[in-house]
């Protein structure tokens, strides 16, 4: 079956402008979660939806970051007035949750590369 | 300091060569993943163990809760086995928990 598919693959934006990244996931994986990788640096928890349950957002870095996700489809996660330090790879990951969201194998997506100039 | 410690950082070997990948962490866990990332940015879980041991192919993981410590081994290694492997824990942090990553070991196997 398909993976974890993003779109876009690069996005290349400038200082100030609005981006929208979109992450589909497995077909029945409650649980979808996204990550940050800025360059040279290790991965960041930025949210986690869990089915119909009010997502986790404490890893949001600000409130220029937004994401939503309908029932147990497709998520879009925002970034309003993007700064250079957005610049970065999103990656989205979706699992079961067979015994609880960080306690089943992740399938991550190839993320989407985030260049604000 | 960051709650989920790898070493080494880097790792370069012959082929052939046992490789062993730490990782530690703070506070106790009740599971723990091994991430491979390949050189063009894709991401593959490779393990999630809660006690024990666990083995798929030429990769070995072990864990052990008490300890605080697991380890990725990669037996007989190969110039495609480069990559940065990354373990992962899901940590507590202000009321939510949520998965905590290593910054990551860069691993290269030379020909």
């Known amino acids: 079956g398909a993976g974890v598919s993003q779109s876009p693959s690069n996005k290349v934006t400038e200082k100030g402008k609005d981006v929208e990244l979109r992450c589909d996931p497995i077909?029945?994986?409650?649980?979808l979660y996204w990550y940050r990788q800025r360059l040279g640096q290790g991965l960041e928890f930025l949210i986690y939806?869990?089915?119909?349950?009010?997502?986790?957002k404490s890893g949001l870095p600000s409130d220029r970051f937004s994401a939503e996700r309908t029932g147990e489809s497709v998520s879009t996660l925002t970034i309003q007035r993007t700064q250079q330090e957005d610049s970065a790879v999103y990656l989205c990951a979706s699992s079961r949750l067979d015994a609880g969201p960080y306690y089943n194998e992740q399938f991550f997506g190839p993320g989407t590369r985030l260049t604000v100039l | 300091k960051n709650e989920v410690e790898q070493s080494p950082q880097n790792l370069t070997a012959q082929e052939g060569e046992f490789i062993t990948i730490n990782c530690s962490y703070s506070?106790?866990?009740?599971?723990l993943h091994w991430l491979q990332q390949h050189p063009g940015g894709g991401i593959v879980s490779l393990f999630m163990?809660?006690?024990g041991k666990k083995k798929h192919g030429r990769l070995i993981a072990t864990i052990n809760i008490q300890e605080k410590h697991s380890s990725l081994h990669i037996t007989a290694s190969h110039p495609r086995d480069s990559a940065v492997y990354i373990c992962a824990a899901p940590l507590w942090n202000f009321g939510n928990e949520k998965l905590t990553f290593g910054t990551g070991t860069r691993l290269t196997i030379i020909p």
């Open positions: 163990l809660s006690s």
């Open positions: 939806f869990q089915g119909n349950s009010a997502p986790d």
């Open positions: 077909s029945g994986h409650t649980a």
């Open positions: 506070v106790g866990i009740s599971a």
